[in-house]
């Protein structure tokens, strides 16, 4: 037991930080290829930090794991808004100003009740993936445009602006971009490994694993990031991160794990779990709406019932 737990911890630490290195070669990389600020936002940053969601997903199923391929996609946009943008809010009331991000939140919501429609039947084939695959590289198409067509005067622009860190040599930018390609797939077999050991050892399932330990574990990029914009007043950055993260994960990661290989739903995830993630995205889509019309913060009350929602969810789980 020991040794999986530490097989966990370290292949945890170590795509944690494998991801956060190969966001920062790839957005500089990108940058100095001469791609558009709102590019490198949208879609590099965006894209990035479901890396590891992604790359888990991909060496999971091929191990014979979708299951913990699924939960880690549902239970990371769980995480994302319950706890992340939770706590980001808590830190600093939202202020939604972004016309790009303000686009993204209903399509959120279309792409997870899309995803429902493709579980109805209670498998996700491979045909299912490549249609969630497809629909992935759609919305990179739709991002790339919106990139380069966004008004300059968009605030999302000066905030990824800021971010961005332009200190960074081009050899270095490389050197950490190859390095987060190698690294990424080490860290998540060894974390997949611990993982599955964990969960035979304690009778779990790899589903409920994948909502809980893991889906934490690859969403500590989003929740530094989240908290750091935050305090930084970077409210539009903080949102568009967590709403680009979730839709990748969802056309992404199950896109990935369904293509390898055919699975089946298991029984109730739908009218539970994946219920339970829905009605997070619903109630961010109808908070926002509200004070985007008002003109106002989402208040830190909003961001302390979601953080309650979700470890409410969590001890569920584990119930």
């Given amino acids: 037991m020991f040794e999986a737990v530490a097989y966990l911890i370290v292949g945890l630490a170590l795509l944690v930080y494998s991801a956060d290195k190969f966001v920062l070669g790839a957005a500089a990389t990108a940058s100095y290829l001469g791609v558009s600020t709102m590019v490198v936002g949208l879609i590099i940053i965006g894209f990035g930090t479901s890396a590891p969601e992604m790359v888990v997903s991909a060496i999971a199923a091929m191990k014979g794991n979708p299951g913990l391929a699924l939960g880690n996609a549902v239970g990371s946009n769980i995480t994302n808004i319950g706890l992340v943008l939770g706590v980001g809010i808590m830190v ?14 209903p399509i959120l919501l279309l792409i997870t009740l899309f995803v429902l429609l493709l579980m109805w039947d209670g498998v996700q084939s491979q045909l299912d993936g490549a249609v969630l695959i497809a629909s992935m590289f759609s919305l990179t198409l739709w991002m790339a445009w919106v990139g380069l067509k966004q008004s300059k005067n968009d605030i999302l622009k000066d905030e990824i602006e800021a971010e961005m860190n332009h200190d960074i040599s081009k050899k270095a930018a490389w050197m950490w971009l190859l390095f987060g390609m190698i690294m990424l797939p080490v860290a998540s077999h060894i974390m997949v490994h611990g993982a599955t050991t964990i969960a035979k050892m304690m009778g779990m399932s790899d589903v409920i694993i994948g909502l809980t330990i893991v889906a934490l574990g690859t969403s500590l990029p989003e929740l530094s990031a989240t908290i750091a914009c935050m305090k930084k007043k970077e409210h539009d950055l903080a949102l568009g991160n967590i709403v680009g ?57 909003v961001g302390l019932l979601l953080v309650i929602s979700y470890f409410v ?3 569920w789980l584990f119930i």
């Fill in 92 to 105: 600093s009331p939202l202020l939604i100003s972004s016309n790009t991000v303000k686009r993204e939140l």
């Fill in 245 to 301: 993260s979730n839709m990748f994960n969802l056309l992404g990661v199950l896109g990935i794990s369904a293509s390898i290989k055919s699975y089946e739903i298991p029984k109730d995830f739908i009218s539970t779990d994946y219920l339970f993630m829905l009605d997070l995205t619903l109630a961010l889509l109808i908070f926002s709406l509200v004070y985007v019309v008002r003109k106002k913060p989402i208040p830190r009350i």
């Fill in 313 to 315: 969810y969590m001890i």
